[in-house]
């Protein structure tokens, strides 16, 4: 039986807070990693457009911190 990673969530802003969980990159880097190893050891046509859709949520998740961070928001729950 494999034993899969758990997740705690960023509770609150880094500015508020500090880090005290994980953002919403690092599971989808997780999902990207275990779709290659998989992709490796048991060959599947979808695996790579998977790996391309994994790849596209973390674009937008990047286009939407420099976003925030151009508006000056980024680190704070302000819209």
Request: net charge positive; with cysteine; glycine share 8%.
């Amino acid at each position: 039986m494999h034993m899969y990673p758990t997740y705690e969530w960023q509770e609150g802003t880094f500015l508020e807070v500090g880090k005290n969980g994980s953002m919403l990159e690092q599971p989808v880097r997780a999902l990207i990693h275990r779709v290659n190893d998989l992709h490796e050891h048991r060959p599947c046509p979808q695996n790579p457009k998977i790996i391309e859709h994994l790849n596209a949520i973390l674009g937008l998740l990047d286009e939407r911190t420099r976003e925030r961070n151009r508006r000056g928001v980024l680190g704070t729950a302000k819209i």
